[in-house]
């Protein structure tokens, strides 16, 4: 749980009016689900405030001290600048082998970026 190390920012809501009584079945309706399934579209939904990773909403998980902790979590599928340089520059040199080059020139990097196979590999991370 954050309270227990490091930081964490909190936004505190005053509601206008009664909390409904299935507030944990409409919580539950729009969960964060798992990130496993995130995929080309972020996953945005609620998780429960001991853990981003913890879309299981229940009482038990999300009250403290009379208030209720959520997470808003946005889980997207990125790929990392270095690891994007690596699988391009490894791609390069599978390219100068093939064609006893010791170099590729910048036309070529370009159109192998937008070639359909390695936009292909990108979209698979």
Not at 91 to 98: I, S, T
Request: glycine share 6%; proline share 5%.
């Amino acid at each position: 749980m954050p309270f227990e190390i490091g930081t964490f920012p909190v936004t505190l809501f005053v509601l206008p009016q009664e909390l409904p009584e299935n507030y944990i079945d409409l919580l539950n309706a729009n969960h964060a689900g798992s990130i496993d399934l995130v995929k080309d579209e972020p996953g945005i939904g609620w998780a429960s405030g001991r853990c981003l990773l913890d879309s299981k909403i229940e009482q038990s998980t999300v009250l403290w001290n009379n208030l209720i902790y959520i997470s808003l979590r946005k889980a997207e599928r990125k790929i990392s600048s270095s690891m994007l340089k690596a699988w391009c520059q490894q791609e390069e040199l599978v390219w100068m082998r093939a064609n006893g080059r010791s170099n590729v020139s910048s036309k070529q990097k370009k159109q192998r970026a937008s070639s359909p196979e390695f936009i292909g590999i990108i979209r698979l991370v």
